[in-house]
């Protein structure tokens, strides 16, 4: 069974940043897409930062500028570092892993990680 455990959530004030970590120890990442995606209460599921294989990339407008997804295939982890962080950002993040690019950027990703909260205060 492929396990996705995100971490480095957390409570940060307006301004700040955060760098979130996604790892498996049962799938090896690099040669899937891979992606963070947020969920606020009381409101759908949304993509924020996509890369695939090559390390393409894809972000939500709202976050263009201030986060950066990335990869680091040796620790088969991900990485959604966040700065300038606003109280909109507040949601639970979550990583997703598919091998069809389409399929993850449409939030129907194969497998997806329990979540970590990210609470941005004013």
């Known amino acids: 069974q492929v396990q996705l455990v995100e971490s480095g959530g957390g409570s940060v004030q307006a301004g700040g940043s955060l760098r979130l970590s996604c790892a498996s120890s049962s799938y090896t990442l690099r040669n899937t897409c891979m992606g963070w995606f947020r969920q606020a209460p009381g409101k759908e599921r949304e993509g924020v930062a996509n890369i695939d294989s090559d390390a393409n990339t894809k972000y939500a407008d709202s976050v263009k500028g201030r986060f950066t997804i990335s990869r680091d295939n040796a620790k088969n982890t991900l990485y959604l570092q966040m700065s300038s962080l606003k109280p909109e950002d507040t949601a639970m993040y979550y990583c997703?892993?598919?091998?069809?690019?389409?399929?993850?950027?449409?939030?129907?990703?194969?497998?997806w990680g329990q979540g970590t909260q990210v609470t941005v205060s004013s």
């Open positions: 997703a892993a598919d091998s069809n690019w389409f399929r993850l950027i449409d939030c129907r990703a194969t497998f």
